[in-house]
């Protein structure tokens, strides 16, 4: 996740209850679980090396398929869900090595203690994997140079291990944000950076060597969401910063190399071992870009690479977008998934190992549904493995199962043991085809519901508008979508068909009650390409039907050459851009992104704004 905001919003109003063995029932898993017995590959033993650890309880599970590929597990690993808030829950400040009970710290983020009737109640629900986080630097003295994992802390871990195991899942493990430590690779001490290298090193040769002797049912990751712009962060490291872009992708290669090289270098079982490479700050499109580059491998067809999805973060991640499911949001969400294809063309298998959407005590929020069929579709369609992020979320840690049943279908309906009398094709094909079928419907309900539909053949002029508390939105952003709003808000927008005054409007008694305003801006769909040069003047804004004092000139711009804007309220604007222009011809030397004293807009029932709009001469 990243530095825990959405953390923080999808657990918050939690309570920290513990799952007992009488509330998790029996914890059945008997559900299929497509082996490799089924998948037709035969399985080959390895006895592991000397180095591995006499702690490890791999048991039964050493089990090695040494010819299957990345392509061919990642439709072994079906559904899967993130451990999340639990073994990465940071305390490190208060962990006393060798005496710490670490199950405490589960408990930090407001999880219950983990139990192996939760993790077997997660296989029951449908759910064939599971990624555990893990921050390993809670059990290290790592500030004197000590950076021995303590053993209580990894013993633990191998439990959680086995338990999703012993319920037939493949489990992922990783280093998970982990106090911000990831800082130091960005610092500008030399010696600093080789210290973060050192550490990494040390941590993963412990955990190779203790898990060696496991099967190819465990994976390991290279790292969450810290391999990017984070390895600049400042949590641990205040002089980070040092590196550029460039920078920081060449860093991402070097470490993602050096954990393949450590593994590797382990041998036994982890001469073969899975790996799962972090991308570039798990972003889709970072990623893509031709910057990323994949570590080389002693292996053959055994690495995989990890995406997150999170988008748009204002549905995902926030309140203040309440409706998910236009054309629009479609055709965004199927663009970003394909585009990594790029990755499965070359032989690696692509687990997007986190995404979710916002709940409220188990709650689903509105079109989740939506949400959620169209990924596993998507995910379906190019055999990507899907991790959803929860923390005692939609699974409900006390019950050891999906409480609301739409839910529980939904993802029970994507298990290995569901889809187990389909064939490749036929899922790939009911995939296409329930997409398909969900932009068609996503088309037919707005041009049925929405006065004026967003189109590339004439302009529509709107306000775009984000609440103080981010809690109530409609349609930020240069690209005009009539349904990207919270709930209830309504709007009348306007077509521009050429010189004239028009008014739009946002209504909020749907909602309630707009509480102030963190932006806003009148935007033009369309206005740089159909009418190149057009301005605009804003006459006047009126809050709850009494006009405001304007407090500064506007200017006409457009961010991304196609959307013509007049900011209204707008602070991440500190100057006027270059390509600013006026209605009378120049800019005013007072002309600024911020027109309106927020005051006004304290308590918003509505908000309205007449403006004059001329094409160029």
């Given at each position: 996740m ?8 999808l ?29 037709g ?7 592991g090396?000397?180095?591995a650890?006499d ?7 050493g ?13 072994l ?10 073994m990465?829950a940071y305390?490190?400040k208060?962990?006393?090595k060798?005496?710490?009970d ?17 993790i ?30 303590d ?16 319920s037939?899942?493949y489990v ?36 190779a060597?203790h ?16 391999l ?14 040092a590196?550029?872009?460039d ?6 290669t ?8 450590i ?6 079982n982890?001469?073969n ?8 700050n ?36 926030e309140?203040?977008l309440?409706?998910w499911?236009s ?11 394909k585009?990594m ?10 687990i ?5 959407v ?13 949400f959620?069929?169209n990924?596993?579709?998507n995910?379906?369609?190019?055999n ?17 199962k999906?409480?609301?049943e739409?839910m ?7 298990s ?13 094909k ?10 068609k ?8 519901d ?12 709107w ?18 979508d009539?349904?990207s ?7 009348e927008?306007v ?25 806003s ?13 057009c301005t ?23 961010d ?9 309220y707008?602070e991440?604007?500190?100057s ?8 009378d011809?120049?800019?005013?030397e ?5 027109i ?10 509505s ?6 709009f001329k094409?160029?001469q």
């Open positions: 990243r530095k825990h905001r959405f953390l923080t919003s657990c918050a109003g939690l309570l920290a209850v513990t799952c007992g063995l009488s509330a998790c029932g029996d914890g059945d898993s008997s559900s299929g679980s497509g082996s490799k017995a089924e998948n590959s035969t399985a080959e033993s390895s006895a090396n000397d180095s650890s702690e490890s309880t791999a048991g039964e599970h089990e090695m398929n040494t010819s299957m590929t990345a392509l061919e597990l990642t439709k690993m079906g559904n899967g869900i993130n451990l999340g808030n639990t990465e305390g490190h208060v962990y006393v060798g005496e710490t670490p199950t405490d710290f589960e408990n930090n983020w407001g999880q219950p203690d983990t139990t192996k009737e939760m077997a109640g997660m296989k029951a629900a449908g759910f064939d994997s599971l990624r555990v986080p893990v921050a390993w630097t809670n059990g290290m003295d790592f500030e004197k140079g000590d950076y021995e994992i053993e209580k802390l990894m013993n633990r871990v191998d439990e959680i291990v086995n338990y999703a195991l012993d037939d899942m992922m493990i990783n280093d998970h944000w982990d106090g911000g430590w990831w800082g130091m690779f960005g610092s500008a001490s030399e010696e600093t950076q080789k210290k973060a290298m050192d550490m990494y090193t040390s941590m993963w040769t412990q955990i060597e898990f060696n002797k496991y099967g190819d049912k465990l994976i390991f990751e290279s790292a969450n969401e810290e990017g712009d984070r390895l600049n962060d400042k949590d641990y490291a205040p002089d980070s910063g590196l550029k872009k920078d920081c992708y060449k860093k991402t070097e470490i993602n190399q050096k954990f393949v090289d593994v590797r270098g382990t041998g036994g982890n001469a071992r899975f790996l799962l490479i972090a991308g570039y798990t972003d889709i499109e970072n990623t893509v870009n031709n910057k990323y580059v994949m570590p080389t491998d002693t292996a053959q067809n055994k690495l995989l690479i990890s995406v997150h999805y999170y988008t748009p973060w204002n549905y995902c991640g309140n203040a309440q409706q499911g054309p629009t949001d479609y055709e965004e969400q199927n663009k970003l998934l585009s294809t790029k990755f499965t063309d070359q032989g690696y298998g692509v997007i190992g986190e995404y979710a916002l709940t409220n005590n188990h709650k689903p929020k509105n079109d989740s549904d939506k959620y069929t990924f596993l579709d995910c379906d369609l190019y990507y493995v899907p991790m959803l992020w929860d923390c005692n979320n939609l699974y409900d840690k006390t019950e050891c999906i409480t609301d739409s529980a279908k939904l993802f029970g309906d994507r290995l043991s569901a889809q187990s009398s389909l064939s490749d094709e036929e899922i790939k009911n995939a296409q085809d329930s997409m398909d079928a969900a932009l419907k996503a088309e037919e309900e707005l041009s049925k929405i006065s004026v539909p967003a189109s590339d053949d004439y302009a529509v002029a306000i775009m508008y984000n609440s103080k508390d981010y809690n109530v939105s409609y349609c930020v952003g240069n690209v005009y009539p349904t709003m919270t709930a209830g808000v309504k709007a927008n077509k521009i068909e050429g010189d004239g005054t028009y008014e739009v409007s946002l209504d909020f008694s749907g909602v309630g009650t707009a509480k102030g305003i963190a932006f801006a009148l935007g033009i769909s369309n206005g740089e390409k159909l009418f190149p040069g605009i003047k804003i006459e006047e804004i009126k809050v709850n039907g009494e006009p405001i004092t304007m407090t500064a000139p506007g200017y006409t711009s457009s991304d050459k196609i959307c013509t804007r007049v900011n209204i707008n991440w604007v500190s006027v851009p270059k390509d600013a222009r006026s209605i011809g120049t800019v005013p007072d002309a600024a992104a911020i309106i004293d927020p005051k006004d807009f304290n308590s918003i029932d908000i309205s704004v007449k403006f004059t094409t160029a």
